[in-house]
């Protein structure tokens, strides 16, 4: 298995721009994270799907960023419009589910967001 | 202060020897992880430890769980280079669910 994969790996983005971030979790796993990782705040869990359904998105900033699963095999965090302080870099991350055992989880490479 | 803290916050040591690092959480938990992240990089699953064990290793890592005192450690022996990265303790707070909750992190730096 290819793992986690993320596109893009960089982004730069002026502000007010839309930016969407993608993510194809490993397949068979039933939960996905998308987090942000900042040196300021560290890292923060951003929203959590289970069976493609959204869990609990209570560290999503603000109803410009928004998260989508439409499928087992694809996710997209969009924030529209971006702006500076929302550089950082984005992981999405994914495991088997269940709880126990099964929730070690398996991160991507990353996107690193830089909004001018 | 958040669930999962790391101590210390940056650790510089010399090739050869020991490195060791704290997690303090605060509620109950039904299992702790470390995670591992080099620079650029996401994390990396390195073991994790339920709460009913109390010390777990795994080639030159070894963990420790006191769930009296909510709190962890990790212990990496005969430290290399290589081993310079980040390194996170994560809770699930107990929860049934796939969430974790993820410590600010210690910073290890290995000088040859």
């Known amino acids: 298995d290819a793992g986690v994969i993320q596109s893009p790996r960089h982004e730069v983005t002026e502000m007010g721009q839309e930016v969407t971030l993608r993510c194809k979790p ?12 900042t040196m300021m705040r560290g890292l923060e869990l951003l929203i959590y799907f289970n069976n493609n359904v959204p869990i609990d998105d209570s560290g999503m900033p603000e109803d410009r960023f928004s998260a989508k699963m439409p499928n087992a095999s694809f996710s997209t965090l969009k924030i529209q419009p971006s702006e500076p302080r929302d550089s950082a870099v984005y992981f999405c991350a994914s495991s088997l589910g269940s709880g ?17 | 202060s ?26 109950s938990i ?30 030159r890592l070894r963990v420790t769980l006191d769930t009296s005192k909510k709190s962890s450690s990790l212990l990496i022996t005969a430290s290399r280079a290589a081993d310079t990265a980040s390194y996170f303790c994560a809770t699930d707070e107990g929860n049934a669910g796939n969430m974790l909750t993820f410590g ?3 910073r290890l730096m290995v000088k040859p």
């Open chain 2, 30 to 59: 039904n299992n702790l992880q470390w995670y591992r992240q080099n620079s650029g990089r996401g994390l990396v699953h390195l073991i994790l430890i339920r709460s009913n064990e109390r010390e777990k290793h795994s080639g």
């Open chain 2, 2 to 27: 958040q669930q999962g803290e790391e101590d210390p916050q940056a650790l510089s040591i010399q090739e050869g020897e020991n490195a060791t690092m704290n997690c303090s959480y605060k509620t």
């Open chain 2, 104 to 106: 600010g992190g210690t």
């Open chain 1, 100 to 116: 126990g055992v099964y929730n070690e989880q398996f991160f991507g490479p990353g996107t690193r967001l830089t909004v001018l």
């Open chain 1, 26 to 37: 490993i397949s068979g796993h039933n939960s996905l994270f998308w987090y942000r990782q």
